[in-house]
């Protein structure tokens, strides 16, 4: 069954602090893993995105980290902003087949000033 | 670059009508276009999947005559809503994913009242 789990619904932190979004995957099939972030009233954004071949991945402020064998990915965001308050989506694709996206339920963050 | 445009971002319609919403990807050429519902405080439940010049592919429990879909070019896709009835109010989203390379990018979405 192709399912994403996201963790956890909502999180608070403070600014400066350090949020980490969690999501689990079941389908070994799936090479494209990318992280969105959504406004109220907006249509989601892309982050950043990973693929299997790496376990890392830095863009700014936004890092993903990779486990392949634990089929587990997540969302670090360094220097949190009250900005950055939004809802963040993990997703899952097999790419190379052009499949849809699978989306996790979605982390509701705040980031109080 | 990769920017998808939707219109209109809102709309309000009585019940009974239609409403057509359109997703035109403006500086890129979509191989497919996918159509998503969204509630509030949830995530995006995928409605259907539309290839250009080919019939979509619907999701289970969407239906198809009352929600159209269009492709006809590679660059825009409609999502006609039929008859709509108040628990057609919703936020509908479409996605274009690019023929170049991967990689999706979402619409600014449409918020639908049905009256």
């Known amino acids: 069954q192709q399912q994403v789990k996201q963790s956890p619904q909502s999180l608070i932190v403070q600014k400066g602090g350090i949020p980490i979004i969690n999501c689990a995957y079941e389908?070994?099939?799936?090479?494209?893993f990318p992280w969105y972030q959504q406004f109220p009233g907006k249509g989601p954004a892309l982050l950043i995105a990973?693929?299997?071949?790496?376990s890392e991945k830095k863009e700014g402020r936004f890092t993903i980290s990779f486990n392949k064998s634990a089929k587990q990915f997540s969302l670090h965001i360094m220097d949190s902003q009250p900005g950055d308050s939004a809802t963040y989506f993990c997703?899952?694709?097999?790419?190379?087949?052009?499949?849809?996206?699978?989306f996790g339920e979605g982390t509701q963050l705040t980031v109080n000033p | 670059g990769a920017v998808v445009s939707q219109h209109p971002s809102r709309v309000i319609c009585k019940s009974g009508t239609s409403v057509k919403i359109e997703c035109r990807s403006l500086d890129f050429q979509a191989t497919t276009m996918f159509w998503y519902r969204q509630f509030p405080k949830q995530s995006l439940m995928l409605m259907a999947t539309?290839?250009?010049?080919?019939?979509?592919?619907?999701e289970q429990g969407v239906e198809k005559d009352k929600f159209l879909i269009n492709h006809a070019s590679l660059t825009l896709s409609t999502l006609t809503v039929t008859s709509a009835h108040p628990e057609d109010s919703s936020f509908y989203i479409c996605?274009?994913?690019?023929?170049?390379?991967?990689?999706?990018?979402f619409g600014s979405g449409t918020r639908l009242t049905v009256v």
């Open positions: 539309s290839n250009e010049g080919s019939k979509a592919t619907y």
């Open positions: 996605s274009a994913r690019r023929i170049s390379n991967y990689g999706y990018t």
């Open positions: 990973i693929r299997p071949d790496v």
């Open positions: 997703a899952a694709s097999k790419e190379t087949s052009g499949s849809r996206l699978t």
């Open positions: 389908n070994t099939a799936f090479d494209y």
